[in-house]
């Protein structure tokens, strides 16, 4: 389940929407969607999804497009259009997001792995113009994308009548609570501008933020995060907090959320990080590129999961043999090394590399 927080400002003050992962597509359940609520299956069941084109508008061509959409593809363009409208999109934070959120499951026969995977999923999106490409990277890959506005006024209506998106008005004094516990949270506000029960965000594995108001240092996401481990621990396993300015992170967030497998914390102007995130053994994606962070701890290189680390001018010292690194590292960006003469053994596993040099 996935509920989005709108942001004050937005079209519809106060509204939450709640995302559910649940849904059924005719008789047959999306492979991959083993969290979904029943909740979600029986609103899908109630509504009717055919589209009528009685009169074609752009949103009811796009609708039917989305409906012969095959797995991944339909639930990934859902999570593009929780991306705020008109928002630059970073292919790179998508695919970290469609990986870790569970979207990507390729096929037992293939032998694609995930970040093939999620490229292949966004060169169809585009072959089927549901999305546009803004900029590319030198080496011919897409840099950032759009999606078209057209869209975000037919799939999230249409996530709605499936059961992906519950819709609550927090000004609706009347409103029920959810019966449901909360498993995906997005929010464009403060988040302390929003208040959930225990129960409601007891079990929940992701957190995404595009609050990018830079005012004063974000105390309210480490109150939030301390409120989802009072038990001791949390199921969080993404933590998306790119562009929140400064968020107040606790000591203790490795040592509580321990399933922790994506922490980005890009343009976030920290000064640190609870050296406790470094020892987080299902820790596979680290994001501390464009901070104010100028080293990690060395127990980086012990998270024997980690896939992809972002860093932008840290120096750190480098393991030299295999056994003391990270055998399924693909991406090591922004490290400063001190001597270049150095062989290491590692390097020809990595798919991306950057690297400076100084001294």
Not at 80 to 102: A, D, H, M, T, V
Not at 301 to 322: P, S
Request: hydrophobic residues 35%.
């Amino acid at each position: 389940m996935v509920r989005v927080i709108e942001d004050p400002k937005g079209k519809k003050k106060g509204e939450e929407r709640a995302v559910s992962d649940n849904s059924k597509q005719g008789k047959q359940k999306k492979a991959g969607m083993s969290d979904h609520t029943q909740q979600g299956a029986n609103v899908a069941g109630e509504e009717n999804h055919s589209v009528s084109l009685e009169e074609p508008s752009p949103s009811n061509i796009l609708a039917l497009g989305y409906h012969g959409l095959p797995y991944p593809l339909s639930p990934c363009l859902i999570y593009l259009c929780l991306f705020p409208r008109s928002y630059e999109i970073p292919i790179r934070r998508l695919f970290l997001l469609c990986i870790f959120q569970g979207l990507m499951k390729p096929l037992a026969e293939s032998c694609l792995n995930l970040e093939d995977l999620a490229e292949s999923c966004l060169k169809e999106l585009r072959d089927r113009n549901l999305i546009e490409v803004v900029s590319w990277r030198l080496d011919g890959s897409p840099k950032t994308c759009f999606v078209p506005s057209t869209l975000y006024d037919s799939i999230p209506l249409i996530a709605t009548r499936m059961g992906y998106f519950h819709v609550h008005f927090i000004s609706d004094s009347t409103s029920k609570p959810p019966n449901f516990t909360i498993r995906r949270l997005v929010e464009y506000s403060d988040i302390e501008k929003n208040s959930f029960s225990g129960k409601e965000i007891q079990h929940l594995c992701s957190y995404i933020s595009f609050n990018n108001e830079k005012k004063e240092p974000s105390r309210a996401v480490g109150k939030f995060l301390n409120k989802i481990t009072t038990r001791g621990f949390g199921f969080l396993t993404v933590l998306d907090l790119e562009g929140v300015y400064k968020p107040a992170l606790p000591e203790t967030l490795g040592r509580k959320l321990l399933l922790l497998r994506y922490v980005g914390l890009r343009r976030t102007f920290l000064n640190s990080i609870p050296e406790s995130v470094c020892d987080i053994w299902y820790l596979e994606a680290l994001d501390v590129k464009y901070t104010l962070i100028t080293t990690l701890p060395m127990s980086i290189w012990k998270a024997y999961n980690l896939r992809h680390l972002y860093m932008h001018g840290i120096f750190l010292e480098i393991a030299i043999n295999d056994d003391e690194f990270p055998i399924h590292l693909k991406t090591l960006w922004g490290v400063v090394i001190g001597d270049s003469r150095r062989t290491v053994n590692w390097l020809t596993r990595l798919r991306v590399f950057a690297v400076e040099i100084s001294g």
